[in-house]
């Protein structure tokens, strides 16, 4: 008898048969938490000089973000996003050149996104898969704990400064899955790949790779048709 409740429980879900009406037109609002990886070789190599470069080397990469996206299409959306997001942990044997250092990020993305279509009934009533792709544009600040210094052609040493901001671009691609609670509150899982390109002051890093997972709200402004139930 339990197995048959279970199993009345799960078709309850899949095919969820309330009154719920299409939505055709509306905003969504997304409040997310980041969390994720830097990628990329360690080292680099410049003519026989051998340095570890700086985000590959971070083990923590945290932020959140905020989304806006508006659906112009059954089908497809578009928006903008703006990310915070923190570098930290630089940890390579035998190196001490960033150790302690901490980069903040701030970027922004125009979103073009393709989902599922809602349906009136089932699983796609309250369920909506998607994948999105958008172009980046930000700026990195990075804080040293102890400067870093040159030798000039006479043999001195010259200290850097601890700080520097540099502006990078690139391109973001992601995917995820949304699921609505009611007509105005939704949760949402996505992950995300970002490839950057960067001219940097204080490190010879020219571009950065990294994969983020990202969890939270959605609050729909509904315009038009609401779900009843």
């Known amino acids: 008898m339990a197995k048959r409740i279970y199993l009345l429980l799960i078709l309850g879900f899949l095919v969820f048969e309330g009154h719920a009406q ?5 905003l969504n609002v997304y409040l997310n938490y980041h969390g994720g990886d830097f990628f990329g070789k360690k080292m680099s190599d410049t ?15 945290t932020g959140y973000s ?3 996206l508006w659906k112009w299409h059954p089908k497809y959306s578009v928006g903008l996003e ?5 570098g930290d942990n630089w940890n390579v044997d035998d190196h001490l050149l960033y150790s302690g250092s901490v980069v903040n990020m701030v970027l922004f993305s125009p979103v073009f996104q393709m989902h599922s279509r809602f349906q009136r009934t089932g699983t796609f009533n309250r369920l ?3 994948g999105e792709v958008g172009p980046v544009i930000g700026q990195s600040k990075l804080s040293m704990r102890t400067p870093i210094f040159e030798n000039d052609y006479s043999g001195d040493e010259h200290y850097l400064k601890t700080k520097g901001v540099d502006n990078f671009f690139g391109v973001n691609v992601g995917a995820g899955v949304e699921y ?16 950057n390109f960067i001219k940097p002051e204080l490190y010879n890093d020219q571009r950065f790779f990294y994969g983020r997972y990202g969890i ?11 779900f009843t139930y």
């Open 22 to 26: 299409l939505i055709d037109r509306k």
């Open 47 to 61: 003519k026989g000089f051998v340095y570890p470069r700086l985000f590959s080397n971070m083990s923590e990469l």
């Open 66 to 68: 905020l989304k806006t």
């Open 82 to 86: 703006f990310d915070r997001i923190t």
């Open 128 to 130: 909506k898969l998607y």
């Open 180 to 195: 609505y609670f009611s007509s105005a509150l939704g949760l949402h899982f996505s992950c995300s790949l970002q490839n």
């Open 216 to 226: 939270g709200l959605i609050y729909r402004f509904v315009y038009e048709k609401r």
